[in-house]
């Protein structure tokens, strides 16, 4: 069974840019987090969708939006960059029942904001 | 909130040798799950092992095993016989169990080394 796909895998954008990431699960996963890496602050939640509705969101700008489509996979979109922004971007997949709980990840998306 | 910490940011041993990393967490939940995930050198974040909280048994998964012990919130991963592969950042992570709270609170992480 294929993994967690990203895409694209590195991404290099100017400050003030927007820019969409994109996520495709296991096959058979309805659930899609995604995470940002950075040195400094570790691995955060940023969202999670199930069924194409977001079901949980973490404590970033409303900069950060994504959304999820009817095949379960999932784009995540940051507008107007900041340097800040720069980090790497993981996408996890899960069944997201009410018994199954364990996240596979994809290798990510590294992006750096100049 | 919840909030995992673990307080060894690296460690570094032989190969084949036995060690253990810590993690401690803080929440009021009764029913969660524990993870240990692995990020080696390529960035891949594998998971490695976890446990249900109300579960008494510790989870075992081939060389790893963790030591959960719920009333200190204590949870540490120990790799028996560590092998070169082994080397990677570790990351203890917490996720509440409830529908719609797939969210995973991790650690800071510990860099682990295997020397030959």
């Known amino acids: 069974k294929a993994g967690v796909t990203q895409t694209p895998r590195y991404l290099i954008k100017t400050r003030g840019q927007q820019v969409t990431l994109s996520c495709s699960p296991i096959s058979g996963h309805r659930s899609v987090s995604w995470y940002q890496q950075t040195p400094g602050q570790g691995l955060q939640f940023l969202f999670e969708y199930f069924s194409e509705t977001q079901r949980n969101k973490g404590n970033f700008p409303g900069r950060f939006s994504g959304r999820q489509f009817s095949n379960s996979r999932s784009e995540m979109n940051v507008s107007t960059l900041e340097l800040g922004d720069s980090a790497l971007y993981l996408c996890?997949?899960?069944?997201?029942?009410?018994?199954?709980?364990?996240?596979?990840f994809g290798p990510g998306t590294r992006l750096t904001v100049t | 909130a919840q909030t995992v910490t673990q307080s060894q940011p690296e460690m570094s041993v032989q190969e084949a040798e036995t060690v253990t990393l810590s993690c401690t967490y803080d929440t009021s939940e009764s029913n969660y799950y524990l993870f240990w995930y692995k990020q080696p050198p390529s960035r891949q974040m594998i998971l490695v092992i976890r446990q249900e909280a109300y579960k008494q048994q510790n989870a075992t998964e081939n060389r790893f095993s963790v030591n959960f012990q719920k009333a200190a919130k204590s949870f540490s991963l120990k790799i028996s016989d560590s092998q070169l592969g082994d080397t990677a950042m570790y990351f203890c992570?917490?996720?509440?169990?409830?529908?719609?709270?797939?969210?995973?609170?991790f650690g800071q992480g510990t860099r682990l080394t295997i020397n030959p």
């Open positions: 996890a997949s899960s069944f997201g029942g009410a018994t199954t709980y364990e996240q596979y």
């Open positions: 992570a917490f996720m509440k169990l409830r529908t719609g709270a797939q969210k995973l609170v």
